[in-house]
């Protein structure tokens, strides 16, 4: 194994898998320094916001025992944040379904519905 290589990038997956038999430190060691420059973003609140967010799945990876217990944690995430409650789809269908009704104008046909129930209960 080359020890100059000082970044994730510059292994191919073959070479990262024999680090990481071989020298799971320095394996580690490479993985902590790809994170840390992952999270570097152009504001430091955004940065914070990567580090909160990459300090959270680490401490959900350390529940695992192997490396395939970490991959279905990391696949847990994903799903989760794809098609969990509040995630990426059903936000998307939110502003789908807002699109929708602003442009057939929806919104103001459900506004005048509630309007004229609150009338009749008066």
């Not at 940065?47 to 350390?62: A, E, P, Y």
């Not at 847990?76 to 936000?91: D, H, M, N």
């Not at 506004?111 to 009749?120: F, I, Q």
């Amino acid at each position: 194994m080359n020890s100059d290589k000082d970044d994730f990038s510059s292994y191919t997956p073959d070479e990262l898998r024999k680090l990481y038999e071989e020298d799971p430190a320095h394996f580690n060691e490479l993985a902590d320094k790809a994170k840390r420059k992952a999270c570097m973003a152009r504001t430091p609140e955004k940065s914070l916001k990567l580090q909160q967010m990459q300090w959270t799945i680490d401490m959900q990876l350390r529940k695992a025992k192997t490396p395939l217990g970490r991959m279905n944690i990391m696949e847990e995430i994903f799903y989760s944040k794809v098609y969990g409650a509040k995630g990426e789809l059903e936000q998307l269908i939110s502003s789908c379904n807002s699109l929708v009704r602003a442009i057939t104008g929806a919104d103001r046909q459900v506004d005048r519905k509630a309007e004229t129930g609150r009338l009749r209960r008066v």
